[in-house]
């Protein structure tokens, strides 16, 4: 394709873009930590109710407190009048020894482990539990509707000026949180946050993208998916040595002015200029990639007759502007979009749903983050080697097949085998890993520049819907105790066939319209290309003219 050669005559892989990978790489490391953030912030320590103020907490505190069948002192439920005696371990004392109720002055709470969290701070527990739970699904709803927003918006004012309001809304929106003087406006912070959160993640890939060869696409979507893993690591490390809740929240939040201040740095994508017809600002970017990869006569031999002759196809894609309403009326765009969606769908709602499952380990909290993120580098690492080996499709496939086989054999398994149970859900967990890692990229290069980042958007939309799902489909296991399991692993089996009606897109040249995916599944990109390479003016011709013999 011509930008793809221009790409490479202009250095490649050089200096602009090692750069550039890395300063997007950077904020990638801290999504791990604001999308599992309230693992933490919202952990639910040891409690139980405060007995009267007139109570002696040591001795006659004890009498007000009914024990469950362990020995310890109920969460939710005080006597309402003190009992005199030694307590009763068996649980004898809800049979009429003393009448209980919910409790009344409120709750104390075990500090070893949580010195402070939203739980401890606003008494999220027993009637008020559901609350804890609604301020994660609204940073979900937050996710979503970012999601929707920011990739219209990448795809009309560009990647660039929306990461950079990305970067400062979480950084402002994640500090005004960790201020929240009430849990409504905590709320409506962390909402604010997911929305940027989404953007941020949508542009950082589409930008590498467009600004790498093709040979290497998938290598810039594997090193996104490891710096998200190692955000694991780092969040674990984090949160154990800062136990508090809003010096954790502030923590994870500071650094994105920093990302703010140095976006303003990037240069937008050629890409994304060219298909919006602005050829001056493409001539522009790509000349000051030439500068900073070293490459200065081959920027200065660019002009505008060349770029004309050269990118002929993204100038007159640049005069029809599609919206979001084009997935569905356009039938090539169409057909991606439902097969993609269902991919997308599927992985998210696979993974919330093992994820909750994975949480019944019985360690500790800050282990379980060591292991979720410990299993991504080898699934990722085998993901990225079949996706440059074998192609996008049989990587996208085996990751839902063998998560959704993991899953429905976990279904089956005796609840007494609880190494197999949990080796199989680590498993399934990794594969969710790849397959998250792998239809990132994929969809970047189905869909064609002058939709690709709406099409991002509405990806990413199918997955917090299938997170939003996860947790309504766990309430089947009242009608039987494996029935969730047996739909979290039949949805990505599935899924996985879907994967048939897509095509190979390992070493084809990005779309950049309708009828390049239609030349793409017609067998036609190769001679397409030749004859683009024909009408392309050689740069080396052009200085030539340019210069006389």
């Given amino acids: ?272 200029y060219a298909s919006s017809g602005r050829l001056d600002l493409t001539l522009r970017a790509l000349q000051k990639v030439a500068r900073i990869n070293g490459k200065q006569e081959e920027g200065a031999k660019l002009n505008m007759e060349v770029l004309r002759a050269s990118l002929q196809k993204e100038l007159t894609m640049g005069k029809v502007q599609a919206s979001a309403m084009e997935l569905l009326r356009c039938p090539t765009l169409r057909r991606l979009f439902l097969c993609l969606s269902m991919l997308w769908f599927a992985t998210s709602f696979a993974y919330y749903g093992l994820v909750m499952d994975l949480q019944s380990f019985g360690v500790s909290i800050y282990l379980i983050q060591v292991i979720f993120g410990a299993v991504d580098l080898p699934a990722k690492l085998m993901s990225f080697l079949v996706i440059n080996f074998l192609g996008r499709r049989p990587a996208q496939m085996a990751s839902l097949l063998l998560a959704g086989i993991c899953i429905l054999v976990n279904a089956v398994m005796p609840r007494d085998q609880s190494i197999v149970r949990t080796s199989l859900a680590v498993l399934g967990k990794g594969c969710l890993a790849s397959s998250f890692n792998c239809v990132f990229l994929y969809t970047g290069e189905l869909y064609p520049t002058m939709i690709r980042q709406t099409g991002l958007g509405t990806g990413s939309t199918m997955a917090r819907v299938g997170s939003i799902v996860s947790p309504l489909v766990s309430m089947t296991s009242e009608l039987y105790p494996t029935m969730p399991l047996f739909i979290y692993g039949t949805v990505p089996v599935a899924a996985s066939a879907v994967v048939f009606l897509l095509p190979e897109t390992m070493g084809q040249p990005l779309p950049d319209t309708v009828q390049d995916i239609e030349n793409r599944r017609r067998g036609k990109p190769k001679r397409q290309q030749q004859e683009q390479q024909k009408q392309m003016v050689p740069l080396q011709a052009s200085a030539q003219e340019k210069n006389g013999p």
């Avoid at 990638?28 to 999308?35: D, F, I, K, T």
């Avoid at 004392?93 to 739980?119: Q, R």
């Avoid at 136990?243 to 929240?249: E, G, K, V, Y």
Wanted: net charge neutral.
């Fill in 1 to 272: 394709m011509a930008f793809n050669d221009l790409l490479q005559q202009l250095g490649g892989i050089s200096r602009f873009q090692q750069i550039q990978v890395t300063l997007l790489l950077l904020p990638m490391l801290l999504m791990a930590s604001h999308n599992t953030l309230q693992n933490f912030t919202a952990a639910i320590p040891i409690h139980h109710c405060r007995p009267p103020a007139d109570a002696n907490l040591s001795k006659e505190g004890e009498a007000w407190l009914p024990r469950d069948r362990q020995g310890q002192p109920e969460s939710c439920l005080q006597f309402t009048s003190p009992q005199q005696g030694p307590p009763f371990p068996n649980g004898t004392e809800m049979d009429g020894v003393g009448a209980t109720e919910p409790c009344t002055n409120g709750w104390i709470y075990d500090n070893s482990t949580f010195p402070s969290t939203i739980v401890t701070e606003w008494d999220l527990v027993c009637s008020r539990r559901v609350l804890r739970q609604l301020a994660q699904s609204l940073y979900m709803v937050g996710v979503l509707l970012g999601a929707i927003m920011f990739g219209y918006l990448a795809d009309r004012l560009g990647r660039r000026k929306v990461l950079i309001l990305n970067y400062l809304q979480i950084a402002v929106t994640g500090v005004c949180a960790a201020f929240a003087p009430s849990f409504p406006i905590y709320c409506a912070f962390r909402l604010l946050s997911g929305m940027a959160i989404a953007g941020v993640i949508l542009n950082c890939m589409t930008l590498n993208v467009e600004w790498m060869p093709i040979h290497t696409r998938a290598h810039v979507g594997t090193l996104i998916g490891y710096a998200y893993s190692l955000g694991q690591f780092l969040l674990a490390g984090v949160a154990y040595a800062v136990p508090h809740w809003r010096q954790l929240q502030l923590l994870v939040s500071v650094p994105f002015f920093a990302f703010f201040i140095y976006s303003w740095f990037f240069i937008e994508s050629a890409r994304w």
